[in-house]
């Protein structure tokens, strides 16, 4: 019997049932021809009316283009060569660990190490692959070759997800099957017909492509350009139009930086699924054309940075502390990553949420960083402190009268908190505001110890000047309220000759041609010289008085005695007054008896090398009611950032590094 020719409406649906698509018959058919469907058509039509789970199309120039642009043109100092390195870069892994990733070129360390500490928290930390087997009681040298398989492929599908908005998909860049690897080795010769975007529907279809027979998905990202290929994905599963509002705050922004490094867009848009530039917590709006956009929320794996060891950054609380024990950490020219199998060395004791929450708080209202704010925006830096900690405490201060008012609690701890200029300066926000809400001391307890205080002590830092030299902006702050209260009692004064070099032991009144605020015999106990009629000279000019200083300075560190120092009598120097000492000192050591953990370091270079290393903690320092800096970076030393152990005490200030052999290499 001949066929009939089939109409345009059949050929239609046949074509979209052909790519997976339901379609429904614009015309019924006739009555006469009807007939009951059978089980083999019920099953094509159930298939035809699901949505599509896997979808193919090329890529287009425009994307190309622009793709070009945010992966290497904006920066503007990338090179051919650097580019071929990552034409050259798969993921492979090593011998020894085998679920380590190697890496043989220079240039795309920094996906390869987000990827593995994406693998190492998968292992060690997802409980599917607890049930199957992968222990945390010690870190192994090989794992079952399927389990890394699957742990890979969770790795790669659980990076992609992190920049997923609503709606979208997960979009996998890979070549061409007609374009011959020899010819992508070289990133000259890419095309945007060369590749080709493959969209996914759901998790499933993505684990069942890198799974199924056809092995064309993995073997695209093992070897060649995968590590280029996977960062393509990344973007495109983010969408290019984030990308650019990700970008938008500095139109220089690129993926990959001079000499083909990843930028710290990279580093971000595989961690935290946002292509920003910044490590902060979250965004800080300067002035209305200008926001500084960070790391929106916590994220699974963490990232420490050298730079902050050199005192260059902060990295914020979202990277410091992640989900899981695993960071990848920034060197100066490498990304490597560390692990722990123990959670506890990422644990966090109340006293120290409640100081990161207020510091973000005060943060957010001190957008220069000056370390004060008006004491009008006190109220604003506690209502950011109870939406992210309830506190009844803290509720009822906020709490206002019937005429719309604040209450009576809120203005007695104002009061306390400010300084002459209406300013609440952080150190002694914290101090006072940290006994309030955890209960250690009440308002009126605190209002009978505040007399005891005074201007000097608001600036006093919990590290010693002998440890950690204080920064200019907090000289400027204590000078400026030593002259706004010159009647307030003077903090115990060291001898000259064990009194270190700085702006303490200066008389800028004599300097200035004023009458001094504190005579040295005042100091001492001794009657204070009586005041002669003379009048005051005349005021020096700030380059005289510059020179002057200078010259202070420079007799100090001959050991000499400076004419305009402070003055010290012979009781004094008799009994000789002790130095204050801190209460909490930020800058101390781990000893042999304080908390030790193991961490684990994994360098992909040279084959992949696997060091446990031997970390000593300090036991957590009770910090309510000290002081503490505002900035976590300001309790380092300096440094240059280039050790292990330094980089480390970004994270774990004081801690000790200890390992067998040679150093673990950050390059």
């Known amino acids: 019997m001949a066929s009939r020719p089939l109409s345009r409406e059949e050929l239609r649906a046949a074509?979209?049932?052909?790519?997976?698509?339901?379609?429904?018959?614009?015309?019924?058919p006739?009555?006469?021809?009807?007939?009951?469907?059978?089980?083999?058509?019920?099953?094509?039509?159930?298939?035809?009316?699901a949505l599509p789970q896997v979808s193919q199309r090329d890529l287009q120039h425009e994307e190309f283009e622009e793709l070009c642009d945010v992966l290497y043109r904006n920066s503007g100092f990338v090179t051919g060569e650097d580019l071929d390195r990552w034409c050259n870069e798969g993921f492979r892994f090593c011998a020894k660990p085998n679920f380590g990733l190697m890496q043989g070129h220079g240039g795309p360390c920094g996906v390869l190490a987000a990827v593995q500490?994406?693998?190492?928290?998968?292992?060690?930390?997802?409980?599917?692959?607890?049930?199957?087997?992968?222990?945390?009681?010690s870190f192994p040298d090989a794992v079952d070759t399927a389990l890394v398989k699957a742990a890979f492929v969770t790795a790669l599908l659980n990076t992609l997800r992190r920049g997923l908005e609503e709606g979208g998909s997960i979009q996998l860049v890979t070549l061409r099957d007609d374009v011959s690897p020899l010819s992508a080795r070289h990133f000259q010769t890419w095309r945007a017909d060369a590749l080709r975007v493959t969209s996914f529907a759901s998790d499933e279809a993505f684990e069942r492509a890198f799974t199924s027979d056809d092995q064309r998905l993995p073997v695209a990202f093992e070897?060649?350009?995968?590590?280029?290929?996977?960062?393509?994905?990344?973007?495109?599963?983010?969408?290019?139009?984030?990308?650019?509002?990700?970008?938008?705050?500095?139109?220089?922004?690129?993926?990959?930086?001079?000499?083909?490094?990843?930028?710290?867009?990279?580093l971000n848009l595989l961690l935290a699924g946002r292509a920003t530039s910044l490590v902060l917590d979250g965004?800080?709006?300067?002035?209305?054309?200008?926001?500084?956009?960070?790391?929106?929320?916590?994220?699974?794996?963490?990232?420490?940075?050298?730079?902050?060891?050199?005192?260059?950054?902060?990295?914020?609380?979202?990277?410091?502390?992640?989900?899981a024990p695993v960071w990848v950490l920034g060197g100066a020219s490498h990304f490597t990553v560390v692990c722990a199998l123990d959670a506890a060395v990422n644990a966090e004791s109340p006293e120290e949420l409640l100081l990161e929450t207020m510091r973000r708080a005060f943060k957010a209202e001190d957008c220069d960083g000056t370390g004060f704010i008006p004491s009008a925006s006190l109220r604003a830096v506690l209502e950011r402190v109870l939406a992210e900690s309830p506190n009844a405490a803290l509720a009822q201060v906020l709490r206002r009268s019937a005429t719309g008012d604040d209450s009576v609690e809120l203005s007695r701890l104002r009061g306390l908190c400010q300084v002459d200029g209406e300013i609440v300066l952080w150190q002694g926000f914290w101090t006072l505001a940290s006994q309030l809400l955890t209960g250690r001391a009440t308002l009126d307890e605190l209002s009978s110890r505040q007399p005891q205080q005074t201007a000097a002590d608001a600036f006093a830092m919990d590290v010693d000047d002998a440890t950690r030299p204080r920064s200019d902006s907090d000289y400027a702050r204590m000078l400026q309220a030593e002259f706004d209260d010159p009647q307030s009692p003077a903090a115990p004064v060291q001898p000259v000759a064990q009194a270190p070099a700085g702006l303490g032991a200066l008389d800028f009144s004599a300097l200035l041609g004023l009458a001094p605020a504190r005579s040295g015999a005042a100091v001492a106990g001794a009657v204070a010289p009586p005041v002669t009629s003379q009048p005051p000279a005349l005021l020096r000019s700030d380059s005289e008085i510059a020179r002057a200083l200078q010259s202070q300075f420079d007799l100090e560190l001959d050991g000499a005695t400076a004419t305009a120092a402070v003055a010290v009598g012979d009781a004094a120097a008799t009994e000789p007054t002790e130095p204050a000492q801190p209460s909490a000192p930020t800058d101390a050591v781990a000893s042999e008896s304080d908390v030790r953990f193991s961490l684990w370091h994994f360098n992909g270079l040279h084959g992949g090398v696997l060091r446990e290393i031997q970390l000593l903690r300090r036991r957590e320092n009770d910090c309510v009611g000290q002081p503490v800096a505002l900035d976590a970076s300001d309790g380092l030393g300096l440094s240059d950032g280039r050790s292990l152990e330094d980089l480390l005490r970004t994270r774990w200030p004081g801690c000790v590094v200890r390992w067998e052999g040679s150093e673990p290499k950050l390059e």
């Open 117 to 137: 500490a994406e693998i190492f928290r998968v292992l060690f930390f997802d409980d599917r692959f607890a049930a199957r087997g992968v222990s945390r009681l």
């Open 30 to 49: 006739p009555a006469s021809t009807a007939v009951a469907p059978s089980v083999d058509s019920n099953l094509q039509a159930a298939q035809s009316s």
């Open 223 to 266: 070897s060649g350009a995968g590590c280029l290929l996977f960062l393509l994905s990344c973007v495109m599963t983010r969408g290019l139009r984030w990308v650019r509002s990700d970008m938008a705050s500095d139109p220089t922004s690129s993926f990959i930086g001079q000499f083909g490094h990843c930028n710290q867009e990279t």
């Open 283 to 323: 965004s800080q709006t300067l002035d209305a054309s200008l926001a500084l956009c960070g790391i929106p929320h916590q994220t699974d794996v963490g990232y420490l940075s050298t730079l902050e060891a050199a005192r260059y950054v902060t990295v914020g609380r979202y990277l410091k502390r992640p989900r």
């Open 15 to 28: 074509r979209l049932r052909n790519l997976g698509i339901a379609t429904q018959s614009t015309t019924e």
